[in-house]
Structures are given as C-alpha cells and as structure tokens.
C-alpha cells in the first residue's frame, strides 16, 4: 500500500545524531540515576521549560547542565532533569542528559542565523496547515514540507482549511498519488475529525501567516493564548518570541506550533533519500548514472538519461507517480516554483 511510504519509517533510518547527553557516561560523572524524565514544552534563552513525565500541569523551569556544552536542547526534546523539580515559583532544575530522538525537523537557515537548525524534536505528525483559499493554495510550500517529513522521520499530514470558500478538489487531486492523510477544515463546521488524528500524538503545525492556524489551535487548545504567554515568559520573565512551543490537548497528547518557521531546511537532503521513499522506482535508480538527479528530460532537463522513466514505460508504476516524486525532488533543489503559485 501506497499509504504506507509515509509511516514506514523505520526509527533507525533516521539520521538524527543523539545528543551528547546519551553517550555512554564517564566514571566520573555522576549517574543521575534519580533524574526525572520530562519533554521540553518551551525554549527561550538558556531557559527550557520541561514537562516532568510528559504532564502538562507539572512544569518545571530547568537550565542546560555544564556537561552537555552547547547541545542542542529543542521543543518536544525528552530530556532528564535534577535539581529542584518541583516546579515551584522561582525554582530551577538542571537538564543533565537529552534522549536520542526519533524525528527531527530543521528549519531553514536565513539571514541572521547561516545555520540550519533542528527546531521540533519527536514529533509523529507534521499537521501541514494550508487554506483552500485567502490567501491561495502553495502546493511548492507543501511539497516541500512532504520532503522535510520524509526525511525527518514525521508522518505528514495534510490539513486544508477554509473549506467554505473554496473547492478541496483541485489540491486533492494534486497529491492524490501520494495517498497523504488529509483533513478538511472550515472554521463553521466541527473539527471531530482533526481531534482524532491528534489526540494521543505529538503533532508539529506549520503553515503560512492567515492561513488559518491560529484559529485551528485555539480550537483544540482552548486555553493556548493564556499558554503561549506563559510558556514565552519563561525564567526571566521576558517575553520574547519563541520558536516554537508544545501546548497539551485536552484528551493526550501535544500540538507543536512553530510560530514563524515557514519552511524546512532541506539543504541536507539527497535525492536518494527522496526517492526511497518511492519503492517502485529504488531498484531503477541503482542503474542511473552516479550523480543522476533523476528530474529526467523534459522541461527540468538536466537527467534525459535517468532510468526512473522505464519503471512507467514498462507498467511498475503510474506517470503520476513519477511526477509527484520529481516534483519532490525539484522543490528540494532551493528554488521554490510552487511558493508564488
Ligand atoms: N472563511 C474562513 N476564514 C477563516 C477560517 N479559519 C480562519 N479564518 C480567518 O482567516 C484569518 C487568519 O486566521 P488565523 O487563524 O489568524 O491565521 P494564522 O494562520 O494563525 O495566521 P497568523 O496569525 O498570521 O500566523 C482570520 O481572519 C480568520 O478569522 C475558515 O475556516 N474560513
Ligand atoms: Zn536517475
């Protein structure tokens, strides 16, 4: 089944580098064996707010162990906390290792900042949140969250809103052959569906400015602005914008929302881990030329000898199917056709 591409991910196919916190210890260091688990719910500064057991009424505020160095510690981290955990006002515990983790996105490197850098870790689902209409569709942006997925481990999943004002036809049928979950989503109609996909899960939510998002959270979280406010005024009780934030829902389960990240870092990406995750086609990529990109001729032009077009000619596979993986690997390539679409 085609569907399963998406899940199939195997947690050992991701590349993802533990942090340093789970090497193996040195004697010398002492062996926490009575930190306490917790997920990172907020980032801001040197300050990480942590969840203690995954419990959103058990928040501690924890700073960065001198041992880990400069490790990375991102939203939806599960790390191990000493010190006061409490959570009490004024309290702060001592993040002394991060676990190895099973997804990973990156966002984009951009002007201020050269680096790609991990922005969500663990998360199952990326809920792609985009309006059916005000402002337009950006298929480009989706294929490019679909690659970022792939390769980071997450089952994408496809939300489209504003359903009153526009048909989901067109869109569907665009991804059709890549047999993504979609939800549909209009701002007057229940949201019962959206609930049962995300209930239990860590889902991260991206999507452009007005494309509906807020609404969306503030629909599952009911009390998420109160949250936000809180979780940004972390430590030192500034409140500066944060990256990105993991907010409880009601019944289990976690929604990530990553407040101005509008695209992932994909510059690490390959296109053979794009094309991976087409089966039909692996085999016949062996038999490309080393370097091939496999866009084929045509109008991208730049691989006419690329074997992936003898799958559809010899019946493997569908002419749609190698369009929507080419279409894959063309959005990988920086420039984004679909953004100003
Ligand atoms: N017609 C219609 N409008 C909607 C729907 N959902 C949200 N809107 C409107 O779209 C606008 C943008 O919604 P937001 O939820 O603020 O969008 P956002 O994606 O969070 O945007 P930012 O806050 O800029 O990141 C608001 O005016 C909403 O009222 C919907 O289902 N149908
Ligand atoms: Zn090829």
């Known amino acids: 089944m085609r569907s399963t591409d998406w899940h199939g991910f195997d947690e050992s196919d991701v590349r993802v580098r533990p942090g340093k916190g789970s090497r193996p210890r040195s004697k010398r260091r002492p062996d926490h064996s009575d930190a306490a688990r917790a997920m990172v719910v907020a980032v801001d500064r040197g300050r990480w707010t942590c969840a203690v057991d995954g419990d959103p009424r058990h928040t501690v505020t924890a700073m960065r162990a001198k041992e880990l160095g400069r490790t990375p510690i ?147 979280v009911p009390d998420a602005d109160l949250r936000t406010g809180e979780v940004s005024a972390v430590g030192k009780g500034r409140h500066v914008s944060v990256t990105a934030v993991a907010l409880p829902l009601p019944h289990g389960g976690w929604i990530i929302d990553t407040p101005g990240v509008r695209s992932f870092g994909l510059a690490h990406v390959t296109p053979s881990d794009i094309v991976s995750a087409f089966p ?41 199917r190698l369009t929507s993986l080419r279409r894959l690997l063309l959005s990988r390539s920086g420039a984004d056709p679909g953004e100003h679409e």
Not at 128 to 150: K, N, Q, S, Y
Not at 180 to 193: F, G, K, N, W, Y
């Open 74 to 220: 991102v939203v939806g981290d599960q790390v191990r906390v000493v010190g006061d955990t409490s959570g009490r006002p004024g309290t702060l515990a001592r993040i002394v290792r991060v676990d190895e983790r099973s997804s990973l996105l990156r966002r984009t490197a951009d002007d201020t900042d050269p680096y790609e850098r991990v922005v969500v870790a663990n998360a199952e689902q990326l809920l792609i949140v985009t309006a059916l209409a005000d402002p337009a569709p950006r298929t480009g942006f989706i294929d490019r969250c679909l690659v970022a997925c792939l390769t980071g481990g997450l089952r994408p999943v496809l939300c489209l809103t504003k359903a009153d004002l526009a048909d989901p036809g067109p869109v569907l049928e665009r991804f059709a052959e890549l047999d993504l979950p979609v939800v549909v989503t209009r701002h007057d109609a229940d949201i019962t569906e959206l609930d049962e996909i995300l209930t239990g899960r860590v889902s991260a939510f991206v999507g452009h400015s007005g494309v509906g998002k807020s609404t969306l959270v503030n629909r599952l």
């Open 280 to 320: 039909e086609f692996a085999e016949a990529a062996e038999e490309c030329k080393p370097g091939c990109g496999h866009l084929g001729g045509g109008v991208s032009g730049d691989d006419p000898d690329c074997a992936l077009d003898s799958v559809v000619t010899g019946g493997a596979a569908t002419a749609g």
